[in-house]
């Protein structure tokens, strides 16, 4: 889990899930100094890969013919999944970078 980089307090995972998924927008503000943090090149990466394997997922079960009932109870479970490691992949700065 990420820590504010300018007073180190240790964000939770509800901090972070709130902040990412539920609060659009690439900055983190810290509760405790009010600092702003930014997502890092490398955390914007890995949270667009983590979200993309779902419609890769649902195209590939989709293929090759998987049952309906499996393929809704594989794709909510690979979807809890990629919520659930979200926030762990997280990353921050204080500086915007690019990301290519």
Same mark, same amino acid.
């Given at each position: 889990m990420p820590t &504010?980089?300018? &007073? @180190?307090h240790s964000f939770s995972w509800g901090e972070i899930f709130y902040r990412i998924l539920v609060r659009k927008g690439d900055d983190i503000g810290c509760p405790a100094c009010k600092g702003k943090m930014l997502l890092t090149a490398r955390a914007k990466k890995r949270l667009f890969s983590l979200m993309s394997l779902l419609p890769v997922l649902f195209v590939f079960l989709t293929i090759a013919k998987a049952p309906e009932l499996v393929t809704t109870i594989i794709l909510l479970v690979a979807a809890a999944a990629a919520v659930i490691?979200?926030?762990f992949v997280v990353e921050v700065t204080? @500086?915007?970078q690019t990301l290519f």
């Open positions: &504010c980089i300018h &007073c @180190r490691t979200a926030p204080d @500086r915007e």
